[in-house]
């Protein structure tokens, strides 16, 4: 590491004016995004988690051709493949061969590969979407409430209060279970994996909502914004050219590791049968069928359970990463 | 822990009057929070079918239902009584009892009552009381493994910063809160129980068997605190970190204080104000909350059973189990508070 030298620009100065700069260039503005990104380029757990987050993406984006090159289609079953008696895969390691690339389910014999394969848009979906619905209702409230402070503020606060004390997984499974099987005009699924966005989504924001919040209000007493104020910038002006981009850095260090928290909740509700309905694959839910099979093809169980670990692991590795890596203190 | 600035006297230079004028304040707070859970319980299980167009009679017994069926629930129910009746009946049971008048006979249910359940038409409180030790069991016995694992490993961390023990504590860390609780639970079912056959994979009662109940429990226990030992154990490294970079640390060794007691009496205490604030979170929502390890373990706990109640619609048990975690959570809050002024002389009731 670098000694930090004082970097006092004016557009990092509102931040932390004590980010590292490197010793042998001269003192100039850089901008916090490009320090971060400097760091980040050093950090190696951090890049090969977001290697590893694209990697997944790619998987999700693409499944129809990855399955249709390497695997089986996902409903498919293959009764040959298992043991009429005992209802386990044939041959060892859960079935594993070159056609079947991670085994068949106990029971049906589906291709386990491509399920995994499927579970991965489910669980990136349901992750990234609802984290971005915390992220938009989070960030407008919190700053609303930092920003015009009095009754609003009390309002607002008191309802962050109130979520973040509430059972929460318990609220989430009960508001799922009374959602019927049609709404806005979808079907299943789609009313499902909607559904389970928004109540993630829901008890998610007031973590964002509480930081933004705090930033607002340490950051609206601050000379530049003052400066803009006696310029003759309104209060939208202020809100999102002044305030906002200020607000950017613990956005993205909170929203990257609020991903694969929800996507631990999605596998849960899955697990405990609130989540996407069979034929959808999902990880958790193959989790939950494993559990009848883990004496007799304990395969089943550790192939979606270490799906879910490395996706979940390689987000948390990269969220540490940008945390550090926008962290004005700047060691780790 | 004390140290003779602090013990004894009242907290906060106010004095006793604001102390009290502070219980009342959050007190008050505690009760409008068991209300507002409470009125969001029912307004999920009967506004929200309202507005998407579904009875909610027919959600208890069925779409196939007849007529006479439907009425019979309604009236049974008290889906014809405005919504402030229910809930003045339902305060009114839990806190004094009440009577049910059902074909002309009256039942009485004594305090508290929180109801009968819709299907099987047992009381509820039993049904909580019964439950509810086995997931106190589960939370308690695991928080204190998970103290010690968390606590111990933060703090060795911390101070041994980019050490080989620091670098394999914390990698262990961060894969402990990316795997869930399930998967580890299936997988030291399989290993432990199924393959080495080492521990029992049932629950049986305390009072049953000693040693059953505790071969039954320990896996459950252990794998409970891999993850919140894991959550632990990162937060108290980064505090203890930024603890130790404070002015009033420089200070005391400045003035020759030795470092072990630097580290025990100055850093650990600013160090366990925001663990404690997470344990009383943690231990109110795995009340309800230990649903998945429940789940996974066939424990008979109040998850397990607020579980089936939720998939039933169950509305009264899914209210009782819900009304004693926010009561657990908010009560633990407030524990919470009182204790950040004994433990850290900067905080002071305000």
């Given at each position: 590491?670098?000694a930090?030298l004082?970097?006092?620009?004016?557009?990092?100065a509102?931040?932390?004016?004590?980010?590292?700069?490197?010793?042998?260039k001269a003192i100039e503005?850089?901008?916090?995004?490009?320090?971060a990104w400097?760091?980040?380029?050093?950090?190696?757990?951090a890049l090969t988690?977001?290697i590893?987050?694209?990697?997944?993406?790619?998987?999700a984006?693409?499944?129809?051709?990855?399955?249709?090159?390497?695997?089986h289609?996902?409903d498919q079953?293959?009764?040959?493949k298992i043991?009429?008696l005992f209802q386990?895969?044939?041959?060892t390691?859960?079935g594993?061969?070159?056609d079947?690339?991670?085994?068949?389910e106990?029971?049906?014999?589906?291709?386990?590969?491509?399920r995994?394969?499927y579970?991965?848009?489910?669980s990136l979906l349901?992750?990234f979407?609802?984290a971005?619905?915390?992220?938009?209702?989070?960030t407008v409230?919190?700053?609303?409430?930092?920003?015009?402070?009095?009754?609003?503020?009390?309002?607002i606060?008191?309802v962050?209060?109130?979520?973040?004390?509430?059972?929460?997984l318990?609220?989430?499974?009960?508001?799922?279970?009374?959602?019927?099987?049609?709404m806005?005009?979808?079907?299943?699924?789609g009313?499902?994996l909607?559904?389970?966005?928004?109540?993630?989504g829901?008890?998610?924001?007031?973590?964002?909502?509480?930081?933004?919040?705090g930033?607002?209000?340490s950051?609206r007493?601050?000379e530049?914004?003052?400066?803009?104020?006696?310029?003759?910038?309104?209060?939208?002006?202020?809100?999102?050219?002044?305030?906002?981009?200020?607000?950017?850095?613990p956005?993205?260090?909170?929203?990257?590791?609020?991903?694969?928290?929800?996507i631990?909740?999605e596998?849960?509700?899955?697990?405990?049968?609130?989540?996407?309905k069979?034929?959808?694959?999902?990880w958790g839910?193959?989790?939950?069928?494993?559990?009848?099979?883990?004496?007799?093809?304990?395969?089943?169980?550790?192939?979606?359970g270490?799906a879910i670990?490395i996706?979940?692991l390689?987000?948390?590795?990269?969220?540490?990463?940008?945390?550090?890596?926008f962290?004005?203190k700047?060691?780790? | 822990?004390?140290?003779?600035?602090?013990s004894?006297?009242?907290p906060g230079p106010a004095g006793?009057?604001?102390?009290?004028?502070?219980?009342?304040?959050?007190?008050?707070?505690?009760?409008?929070m068991?209300i507002?859970?409470m009125?969001?319980?029912f307004g999920?299980?009967?506004?929200?079918?309202?507005?998407t167009?579904?009875?909610?009679?027919?959600?208890?017994?069925?779409?196939?239902?007849?007529?006479?069926?439907?009425?019979?629930?309604?009236?049974?129910?008290g889906l014809?009584?405005?919504i402030?009746?229910?809930?003045?009946?339902?305060?009114?049971?839990?806190?004094?009892?009440?009577?049910?008048?059902?074909?002309g006979?009256t039942?009485h249910?004594?305090?508290?009552?929180?109801?009968?359940s819709?299907k099987?038409?047992?009381?509820?409180?039993?049904?909580?009381?019964?439950?509810?030790?086995?997931?106190l069991q589960?939370?308690?016995g695991a928080?204190?493994?998970w103290?010690?694992?968390?606590?111990?490993?933060?703090?060795?961390?911390?101070?041994?910063?980019?050490?080989?023990w620091?670098r394999?504590?914390?990698?262990?860390?961060?894969?402990?809160v990316?795997?869930?609780?399930?998967?580890?639970?299936?997988?030291?079912?399989?290993?432990?129980?199924?393959?080495l056959?080492?521990?029992?994979?049932?629950?049986?009662?305390?009072?049953?068997?000693?040693p059953?109940?505790f071969?039954?429990?320990?896996?459950?226990?252990?794998?409970?605190a891999?993850?919140?030992g894991a959550?632990?154990?990162r937060l108290?490294r980064?505090?203890?970190?930024?603890?130790m970079?404070?002015?009033?640390?420089?200070?005391?060794r400045?003035?020759?204080?030795?470092?072990?007691?630097?580290?025990?009496?100055?850093?650990?205490?600013?160090?366990?104000?925001?663990?404690?604030t997470?344990?009383?979170?943690?231990?109110?929502?795995l009340?309800?909350g230990?649903?998945?390890?429940?789940?996974?373990?066939?424990?008979?706990?109040l998850?397990?059973?607020?579980?089936?109640?939720?998939?039933?619609?169950?509305?009264?048990?899914i209210?009782?189990?819900?009304?004693?975690?926010?009561?657990?959570?908010?009560?633990?809050?407030?524990?919470?508070?009182l204790?950040?002024?004994?433990?850290?002389p900067r905080?002071?009731?305000?």
């Open positions: 590491m670098t930090p004082h970097d006092t620009s004016a557009e990092t509102p931040v932390d004016p004590a980010l590292g700069v490197s010793a042998d503005g850089r901008s916090l995004g490009r320090i400097t760091r980040l380029k050093r950090d190696k757990l988690g977001g590893i987050v694209l990697l997944l993406i790619a998987v984006v693409f499944a129809p051709l990855i399955v249709g090159l390497l695997g289609p996902p079953h293959h009764e040959d043991d009429p386990t895969p044939i041959g390691l859960g594993i061969s070159g079947h690339l991670l085994g068949v106990p029971g049906n014999g589906r291709d386990i590969f491509s995994i394969v579970g991965a848009r489910v349901v992750g979407l609802s971005m619905v915390a992220v938009v209702v989070g409230l919190g700053a609303l409430a930092g920003y015009f402070g009095g009754w609003l503020d009390a309002a606060s008191r962050m209060d109130m979520l973040l004390a509430f059972p929460q318990l609220f989430i499974i009960s508001l799922i279970s009374v959602v019927p099987s049609q806005f005009g979808l079907t299943g699924t009313v499902r909607t559904v389970m966005i928004l109540v993630i829901f008890f998610g924001w007031p973590y964002i909502g509480r930081i933004v919040r930033q607002t209000l950051l007493e601050r530049y914004v003052e400066a803009a104020r006696s310029l003759g910038a309104g209060r939208r002006y202020i809100l999102f050219k002044e305030l906002l981009p200020n607000l950017i850095a956005i993205t260090v909170y929203t990257t590791l609020m991903i694969p928290t929800n631990l909740t596998a849960a509700l899955s697990f405990l049968g609130v989540g996407v069979p034929p959808t694959a999902s839910q193959m989790l939950s069928q494993a559990v009848r099979y883990y004496e007799a093809d304990p395969m089943f169980m550790v192939v979606p270490v670990f996706t979940v390689s987000f948390n590795l990269f969220g540490d990463g940008v945390r550090d890596a962290d004005p700047g060691t780790r | 822990m004390n140290s003779s600035k602090t004894g006297s009242p006793p009057e604001a102390v009290l004028t502070y219980l009342i304040r959050r007190l008050f707070a505690v009760v409008v068991l507002v859970v009125l969001a319980v999920i299980f009967f506004l929200i079918p309202k507005w167009g579904v009875d909610p009679a027919t959600m208890f017994v069925g779409k196939q239902a007849d007529a006479a069926a439907l009425e019979g629930i309604r009236e049974k129910l014809g009584d405005p402030l009746v229910q809930l003045f009946e339902f305060f009114k049971g839990i806190l004094v009892g009440r009577d049910y008048v059902s074909a006979d039942i249910c004594s305090a508290p009552c929180f109801g009968y819709f099987t038409e047992q009381a509820i409180w039993p049904v909580l009381a019964d439950r509810l030790p086995v997931t589960l939370a308690a928080a204190v493994i103290l010690l694992i968390g606590l111990t490993a933060g703090v060795v961390s911390a101070l041994r910063r980019g050490s080989i620091d394999m504590t914390m990698s262990l860390a961060l894969s402990g990316s795997l869930p609780i399930y998967f580890t639970g299936l997988l030291s079912l399989a290993i432990f129980s199924y393959g056959g080492l521990v029992s994979n049932e629950y049986t009662p305390m009072t049953e068997n000693f059953s109940w071969s039954g429990m320990i896996l459950p226990w252990l794998t409970l891999f993850l919140f959550m632990y154990a108290t980064a505090t203890m970190l930024e603890v970079g404070e002015d009033y640390i420089r200070t005391a400045a003035k020759g204080v030795r470092e072990p007691i630097v580290i025990r009496k100055h850093a650990m205490r600013s160090t366990m104000t925001p663990i404690i997470l344990l009383g979170v943690d231990l109110g929502a009340m309800g230990a649903i998945l390890t429940e789940t996974t373990f066939s424990l008979p706990g998850g397990q059973a607020v579980l089936k109640a939720i998939s039933e619609k169950d509305l009264p048990l209210l009782g189990v819900t009304l004693i975690t926010a009561s657990a959570v908010v009560v633990a809050n407030l524990i919470v508070d204790l950040y002024g004994v433990i850290d905080v002071r009731l305000a």
